[in-house]
């Protein structure tokens, strides 16, 4: 098992039904040279539009946050690829904690991953904190070769926690591919107090998940729950993608 889904002989995953308690991750083939062999798929062969989703800084692709939206997305008709960079795959092998690669090699491995995804037709990409972060940075040079048609963050690393001066925004000014971001509004990388005063490009679309923190789990006395925004988050990018394939 790697977390809620069955390792194939053949190198294929297959989503489960349920996702684990435990955070343990099992061991993945590091050379791969399919999309099947390198990536936890959801959704029909047959979709509209194939979504590819990376993970955050210290959570992998089979995270809760991560389960639940590729499948909530699948349930929508999206068939939802999820990927791991090398330092996720190695933490699988090694079992410790590992810092994020540096951002070239992230960048490189996220172009990787998209050519292996592009051959299936329509092709969106985007992630979670850091992977959604990754994706922005590519997400230009992709459209204008027409791989990709747009991006989506779930939840942006605005700024590290506390240090709001170190802004990661700049390229966001400039984006000229259809972007969506959803946001906790008090997510400690970017609260909406902060980031409605940022300078963004127009095709930047933010989205807010209410009271929501950084993985969009909202405060006890908002009265709403982690399923109720992770529901609302699904709902707010199967909006996004059925607008991006009607442009």
Not at 40 to 59: E, K, Q, R, W, Y
Not at 69 to 85: C, D, K, M, S
Not at 104 to 124: C, D, K, M, T
Not at 132 to 159: I, M, Q
Request: proline residues 8%; neutral net charge; charged residues 20%.
């Amino acid at each position: 098992m790697l977390g809620g889904v069955t390792w194939m002989p053949t190198g294929e995953i297959h989503a489960s039904p349920a996702h684990p308690g435990g955070s343990r991750l099992s061991p993945i083939d590091l050379n791969v040279t399919t999309l099947s062999e390198s990536c936890l798929i959801d959704g029909p062969a047959d979709a509209p539009a194939s979504v590819l989703l990376a993970h955050g800084a210290g959570a992998p692709m089979d995270s809760p946050f991560m389960q639940t939206i590729a499948t909530g997305l699948a349930q929508q008709g999206w068939r939802v690829l999820r990927f791991e960079f090398p330092y996720m795959a190695q933490q699988r092998l090694s079992g410790g904690r590992r810092a994020p690669d540096r951002m070239p090699r992230l960048l490189h491995h996220f172009r990787e991953q998209v050519a292996l995804a592009a051959a299936g037709g329509p092709l969106l990409i985007g992630g979670k904190s850091l992977g959604g972060r990754v994706a922005s940075l590519v997400v230009d040079e992709l459209a204008a070769t027409g791989t990709v048609c747009g991006c989506v963050c779930l939840g942006y690393p605005f700024h590290p926690p506390g240090k709001p001066d170190q802004l990661r925004t700049q390229h966001l000014q400039a984006l000229q591919t259809p972007t969506l971001i959803l946001q906790g509004e008090r997510d400690s990388f970017g609260r909406r107090d902060e980031v409605e005063r940022y300078s963004l490009s127009p095709l930047v679309h933010l989205e807010w998940i209410s009271a929501g923190d950084h993985s969009f789990k909202p405060t006890r006395s908002s009265g709403l729950t982690e399923a109720d925004n992770l529901a609302r988050a699904v709902v707010l990018c199967d909006a996004f993608l059925k607008r991006q394939l009607l442009r």
